[in-house]
Protein backbone atom coordinates (compact mmCIF):
# COMPACT_ATOMS: atom_id res chain seq x y z
CA UNK A 1 0.00 0.00 0.00
CA UNK A 2 1.38 3.38 -1.26
CA UNK A 3 1.53 6.40 1.49
CA UNK A 4 -1.62 8.00 -0.66
CA UNK A 5 -3.47 4.68 -0.13
CA UNK A 6 -2.53 4.76 3.29
CA UNK A 7 -3.30 8.39 4.39
CA UNK A 8 -6.83 7.49 2.15
CA UNK A 9 -7.69 4.66 4.47
CA UNK A 10 -6.83 6.79 7.79
CA UNK A 11 -8.79 9.71 6.61
CA UNK A 12 -11.53 6.87 6.21
CA UNK A 13 -11.72 6.33 9.54
CA UNK A 14 -12.11 9.63 10.69
CA UNK A 15 -14.53 11.40 8.35
CA UNK A 16 -12.25 12.29 5.95
CA UNK A 17 -9.82 14.12 8.79
CA UNK A 18 -6.17 13.88 8.88
CA UNK A 19 -3.42 15.29 11.56
CA UNK A 20 -0.25 16.40 10.60
CA UNK A 21 1.49 13.94 12.53
CA UNK A 22 -0.76 11.05 10.37
CA UNK A 23 0.48 12.18 7.25
CA UNK A 24 4.06 12.39 7.82
CA UNK A 25 4.00 9.09 9.59
CA UNK A 26 2.33 7.95 6.34
CA UNK A 27 5.51 9.22 4.34
CA UNK A 28 4.12 12.77 3.11
CA UNK A 29 6.78 15.86 4.03
CA UNK A 30 6.07 18.47 5.98
CA UNK A 31 6.79 20.75 2.49
CA UNK A 32 4.60 18.32 0.85
CA UNK A 33 1.59 18.97 3.54
CA UNK A 34 1.98 23.12 3.65
CA UNK A 35 1.90 22.46 -0.05
CA UNK A 36 -1.28 20.78 0.05
CA UNK A 37 -2.75 23.51 2.16
CA UNK A 38 -1.61 26.44 0.21
CA UNK A 39 -2.92 24.86 -2.94
CA UNK A 40 -6.22 24.20 -1.56
CA UNK A 41 -5.89 20.82 -1.89
CA UNK A 42 -6.33 20.09 2.04
CA UNK A 43 -8.13 22.63 3.87
CA UNK A 44 -7.55 23.53 7.40
CA UNK A 45 -9.77 22.61 10.54
CA UNK A 46 -7.80 23.26 13.57
CA UNK A 47 -4.60 23.73 14.88
CA UNK A 48 -2.36 20.18 12.77
CA UNK A 49 -5.65 19.05 12.04
CA UNK A 50 -6.80 18.76 7.78
CA UNK A 51 -9.70 17.63 5.32
CA UNK A 52 -7.80 16.02 2.90
CA UNK A 53 -8.68 16.82 -0.89
CA UNK A 54 -10.76 20.08 0.56
CA UNK A 55 -14.04 18.73 -0.50
CA UNK A 56 -16.97 20.31 0.77
CA UNK A 57 -18.29 19.81 4.36
CA UNK A 58 -21.65 20.88 3.66
CA UNK A 59 -24.21 19.45 6.00
CA UNK A 60 -21.30 17.37 8.07
CA UNK A 61 -19.38 20.89 8.36
CA UNK A 62 -20.11 21.35 12.13
CA UNK A 63 -19.15 17.76 12.81
CA UNK A 64 -16.27 18.12 10.79
CA UNK A 65 -14.90 20.69 13.01
CA UNK A 66 -15.81 18.99 16.56
CA UNK A 67 -13.74 15.83 15.11
CA UNK A 68 -10.41 18.22 14.09
CA UNK A 69 -10.92 20.25 17.52
CA UNK A 70 -10.86 16.64 19.45
CA UNK A 71 -8.08 15.41 17.47
CA UNK A 72 -5.90 18.40 17.42
CA UNK A 73 -6.03 18.49 21.71
CA UNK A 74 -4.54 14.84 21.21
CA UNK A 75 -4.87 10.82 21.86
CA UNK A 76 -6.86 11.31 25.18
CA UNK A 77 -9.34 14.15 24.58
CA UNK A 78 -12.54 13.65 23.58
CA UNK A 79 -15.89 15.84 23.19
CA UNK A 80 -17.87 17.06 26.82
CA UNK A 81 -21.06 19.11 28.00
CA UNK A 82 -22.75 20.77 25.09
CA UNK A 83 -20.45 19.11 22.43
CA UNK A 84 -21.50 15.77 23.28
CA UNK A 85 -24.75 16.14 23.86
CA UNK A 86 -24.54 17.90 20.01
CA UNK A 87 -23.19 14.61 18.74
CA UNK A 88 -25.75 12.41 20.39
CA UNK A 89 -28.39 14.73 19.28
CA UNK A 90 -29.43 15.63 23.07
CA UNK A 91 -31.67 18.66 22.50
CA UNK A 92 -31.90 21.73 25.02
CA UNK A 93 -29.05 23.61 24.69
CA UNK A 94 -28.77 27.08 22.55
CA UNK A 95 -26.54 26.51 19.64
CA UNK A 96 -23.20 28.09 19.59
CA UNK A 97 -20.28 27.93 17.60
CA UNK A 98 -18.32 26.80 20.36
CA UNK A 99 -16.40 22.90 20.96
CA UNK A 100 -15.88 21.39 24.25
CA UNK A 101 -13.00 19.50 24.39
CA UNK A 102 -11.67 17.74 27.57
CA UNK A 103 -7.73 16.96 28.34
CA UNK A 104 -6.89 14.85 31.12
CA UNK A 105 -4.45 16.40 33.76
CA UNK A 106 -1.90 18.65 32.77
CA UNK A 107 -2.39 17.69 29.41
CA UNK A 108 -4.54 20.30 28.85
CA UNK A 109 -2.27 22.86 29.48
CA UNK A 110 -0.38 22.40 26.23
CA UNK A 111 -3.60 21.77 24.02
CA UNK A 112 -3.54 25.30 22.69
CA UNK A 113 -5.42 24.93 19.37
CA UNK A 114 -5.17 28.16 18.13
CA UNK A 115 -9.40 28.54 17.67
CA UNK A 116 -11.53 30.61 20.12
CA UNK A 117 -14.18 28.73 19.04
CA UNK A 118 -12.86 26.24 21.18
CA UNK A 119 -12.96 25.36 24.62
CA UNK A 120 -10.36 22.63 26.57
CA UNK A 121 -11.42 21.71 29.49
CA UNK A 122 -9.23 19.83 32.15
CA UNK A 123 -11.49 16.71 33.01
CA UNK A 124 -10.34 13.12 33.30
CA UNK A 125 -13.18 10.50 32.89
CA UNK A 126 -12.75 6.88 33.49
CA UNK A 127 -13.64 4.59 30.07
CA UNK A 128 -16.92 3.75 30.72
CA UNK A 129 -17.91 7.15 30.79
CA UNK A 130 -16.83 7.39 27.23
CA UNK A 131 -17.89 6.45 24.05
CA UNK A 132 -17.78 7.54 20.28
CA UNK A 133 -20.23 8.92 17.88
CA UNK A 134 -19.35 8.28 14.03
CA UNK A 135 -15.92 7.56 15.57
CA UNK A 136 -15.51 10.84 17.46
CA UNK A 137 -14.65 9.96 21.56
CA UNK A 138 -17.06 11.33 24.00
CA UNK A 139 -18.49 11.00 26.66
CA UNK A 140 -21.46 8.85 26.94
CA UNK A 141 -25.31 10.25 27.01
CA UNK A 142 -25.75 9.36 31.31
CA UNK A 143 -22.25 11.05 31.90
CA UNK A 144 -23.12 14.10 28.85
CA UNK A 145 -26.01 15.10 30.88
CA UNK A 146 -24.84 14.81 34.47
CA UNK A 147 -22.27 17.24 33.70
CA UNK A 148 -24.54 19.86 31.81
CA UNK A 149 -27.55 19.11 34.81
CA UNK A 150 -24.85 20.35 37.36
CA UNK A 151 -24.10 23.38 34.91
CA UNK A 152 -27.58 24.89 33.33
CA UNK A 153 -30.69 26.34 34.98
CA UNK A 154 -34.11 24.90 35.17
CA UNK A 155 -35.53 25.26 31.88
CA UNK A 156 -32.83 23.98 29.50
CA UNK A 157 -31.62 21.16 32.13
CA UNK A 158 -35.17 19.52 32.47
CA UNK A 159 -34.83 19.91 28.58
CA UNK A 160 -31.83 18.08 28.06
CA UNK A 161 -33.34 15.00 30.74
CA UNK A 162 -36.30 14.81 28.68
CA UNK A 163 -34.61 14.82 25.14
CA UNK A 164 -32.23 11.96 26.61
CA UNK A 165 -35.26 10.39 28.03
CA UNK A 166 -37.24 10.31 24.91
CA UNK A 167 -34.42 9.58 22.78
CA UNK A 168 -33.73 6.20 24.80
CA UNK A 169 -30.10 7.64 25.10
CA UNK A 170 -31.04 6.97 29.02
CA UNK A 171 -33.32 5.42 30.93
CA UNK A 172 -34.91 5.60 33.78
CA UNK A 173 -33.14 3.51 35.64
CA UNK A 174 -30.07 5.58 34.61
CA UNK A 175 -31.36 8.33 36.16
CA UNK A 176 -31.94 6.55 39.56
CA UNK A 177 -27.91 6.88 39.51
CA UNK A 178 -27.65 10.37 39.11
CA UNK A 179 -27.88 11.51 42.52
CA UNK A 180 -25.08 9.55 43.64
CA UNK A 181 -23.09 10.98 40.96
CA UNK A 182 -23.80 14.74 41.76
CA UNK A 183 -24.00 14.36 45.40
CA UNK A 184 -22.22 17.31 47.39
CA UNK A 185 -21.64 18.80 43.80
CA UNK A 186 -22.26 22.55 42.91
CA UNK A 187 -25.51 22.76 41.04
CA UNK A 188 -26.80 19.24 43.18
CA UNK A 189 -29.90 20.84 44.48
CA UNK A 190 -30.88 22.41 41.34
CA UNK A 191 -30.22 19.06 39.62
CA UNK A 192 -31.87 17.02 41.86
CA UNK A 193 -35.46 19.39 41.26
CA UNK A 194 -34.98 19.00 37.50
CA UNK A 195 -34.41 15.39 37.91
CA UNK A 196 -38.24 15.56 39.36
CA UNK A 197 -39.67 16.83 36.89
CA UNK A 198 -38.62 15.21 34.11
CA UNK A 199 -40.61 13.36 31.25
CA UNK A 200 -39.68 11.46 28.38
CA UNK A 201 -42.60 11.85 26.36
CA UNK A 202 -42.03 15.35 25.83
CA UNK A 203 -40.93 15.30 22.22
CA UNK A 204 -38.64 18.63 22.21
CA UNK A 205 -37.48 21.84 24.24
CA UNK A 206 -40.42 23.46 22.95
CA UNK A 207 -42.66 20.72 24.92
CA UNK A 208 -40.94 21.23 27.93
CA UNK A 209 -41.07 24.56 28.52
CA UNK A 210 -44.30 25.31 27.70
CA UNK A 211 -44.92 22.02 30.18
CA UNK A 212 -42.65 23.58 32.55
CA UNK A 213 -44.80 27.84 32.00
CA UNK A 214 -47.78 26.02 33.13
CA UNK A 215 -46.41 24.37 35.79
CA UNK A 216 -44.95 27.36 37.03
CA UNK A 217 -48.48 28.92 35.80
CA UNK A 218 -50.07 26.30 38.77
CA UNK A 219 -52.06 25.05 35.78
CA UNK A 220 -49.94 21.49 35.06
CA UNK A 221 -51.24 19.18 32.44
CA UNK A 222 -52.21 15.93 33.45
CA UNK A 223 -51.13 14.07 30.66
CA UNK A 224 -48.64 14.25 27.52
CA UNK A 225 -49.26 12.66 24.65
CA UNK A 226 -52.99 11.99 24.78
CA UNK A 227 -54.36 9.80 22.39
CA UNK A 228 -57.92 11.08 21.40
CA UNK A 229 -60.31 8.44 19.97
CA UNK A 230 -64.20 8.40 18.89
CA UNK A 231 -66.51 5.78 20.03
CA UNK A 232 -65.38 3.81 17.09
CA UNK A 233 -61.38 3.45 18.68
CA UNK A 234 -60.69 6.00 15.24
CA UNK A 235 -57.84 7.97 16.09
CA UNK A 236 -58.32 11.32 16.39
CA UNK A 237 -55.26 13.03 17.50
CA UNK A 238 -52.68 13.24 19.74
CA UNK A 239 -51.90 15.83 21.98
CA UNK A 240 -48.56 17.44 23.50
CA UNK A 241 -50.20 18.39 26.35
CA UNK A 242 -53.87 17.67 27.62
CA UNK A 243 -56.29 18.54 30.76
CA UNK A 244 -58.60 15.64 30.45
CA UNK A 245 -61.46 17.03 32.71
CA UNK A 246 -61.82 20.34 30.51
CA UNK A 247 -61.01 18.59 27.77
CA UNK A 248 -58.21 21.07 26.69
CA UNK A 249 -55.38 19.80 24.55
CA UNK A 250 -52.20 22.29 24.03
CA UNK A 251 -49.71 21.50 21.03
CA UNK A 252 -46.35 22.87 20.70
CA UNK A 253 -45.47 23.87 17.22
CA UNK A 254 -42.13 23.91 16.45
CA UNK A 255 -40.72 25.28 13.41
CA UNK A 256 -39.35 22.24 11.56
CA UNK A 257 -42.10 19.70 12.81
CA UNK A 258 -44.71 22.22 11.54
CA UNK A 259 -43.48 24.58 8.71
CA UNK A 260 -43.84 22.44 5.60
CA UNK A 261 -47.35 22.35 3.82
CA UNK A 262 -47.98 18.56 4.75
CA UNK A 263 -47.62 19.38 8.31
CA UNK A 264 -49.88 22.46 7.98
CA UNK A 265 -52.22 20.63 6.64
CA UNK A 266 -52.63 17.75 9.08
CA UNK A 267 -52.32 19.84 11.55
CA UNK A 268 -55.36 21.65 10.53
CA UNK A 269 -57.46 18.90 9.81
CA UNK A 270 -56.46 17.21 13.60
CA UNK A 271 -57.61 19.88 15.02
CA UNK A 272 -61.03 19.88 13.21
CA UNK A 273 -61.41 16.37 14.06
CA UNK A 274 -60.84 17.26 17.49
CA UNK A 275 -62.79 20.82 17.81
CA UNK A 276 -65.91 18.61 16.20
CA UNK A 277 -64.78 15.99 19.26
CA UNK A 278 -65.67 18.76 21.45
CA UNK A 279 -62.08 19.59 22.57
CA UNK A 280 -60.54 22.79 22.88
CA UNK A 281 -57.04 22.80 21.07
CA UNK A 282 -54.53 25.88 21.84
CA UNK A 283 -51.21 26.26 19.89
CA UNK A 284 -47.95 27.57 21.37
CA UNK A 285 -44.99 28.67 19.66
CA UNK A 286 -40.63 29.42 20.74
CA UNK A 287 -41.87 32.64 21.61
CA UNK A 288 -44.74 32.33 23.45
CA UNK A 289 -42.52 30.72 26.13
CA UNK A 290 -40.61 33.64 26.73
CA UNK A 291 -43.54 35.17 28.72
CA UNK A 292 -43.77 33.68 31.82
CA UNK A 293 -48.01 34.43 32.46
CA UNK A 294 -48.96 34.12 28.60
CA UNK A 295 -49.47 30.14 28.38
CA UNK A 296 -50.71 29.12 31.51
CA UNK A 297 -53.44 32.27 31.13
CA UNK A 298 -54.28 31.40 27.97
CA UNK A 299 -54.61 27.47 29.26
CA UNK A 300 -56.57 29.02 32.30
CA UNK A 301 -58.91 30.83 30.26
CA UNK A 302 -59.54 27.81 28.14
CA UNK A 303 -60.13 25.35 31.37
CA UNK A 304 -62.98 28.48 32.64
CA UNK A 305 -64.89 28.28 28.81
CA UNK A 306 -64.82 25.01 29.05
CA UNK A 307 -66.38 24.79 32.49
CA UNK A 308 -68.45 27.51 31.63
CA UNK A 309 -69.59 25.67 28.89
CA UNK A 310 -70.69 22.49 30.89
CA UNK A 311 -73.07 24.75 33.01
CA UNK A 312 -74.62 26.30 30.55
Not at 102 to 130: F, S
Request: net charge positive; with cysteine.
Amino acid sequence: MDRGDVLRAIAAGQGGVVTRAQAIGAGFSRHEVDNFIAFGRWRRLARAVYLVEARSLTLSERRGRIRAAVLSCGGLAHAVLGTAAELHGIAGLRETAKIHVAVPGRAARAARVGDPAVVVHQLEHDLGDLTTVEGIPTTAPLRTVVELILRESRYPAVSLLDSALNRGLVSDADLLKVPPLIRGRRGAVTARGCLAETNGLAQSPLETRARLRCVDGRVPPDVLQLEVRDDDGYLLGVGDMAWRAARVIAEADGRHAHDSPSALFNDRRRQNRLANAGWTVLRFTWPDTFSPDYIPWVVRQAIAASARARRS
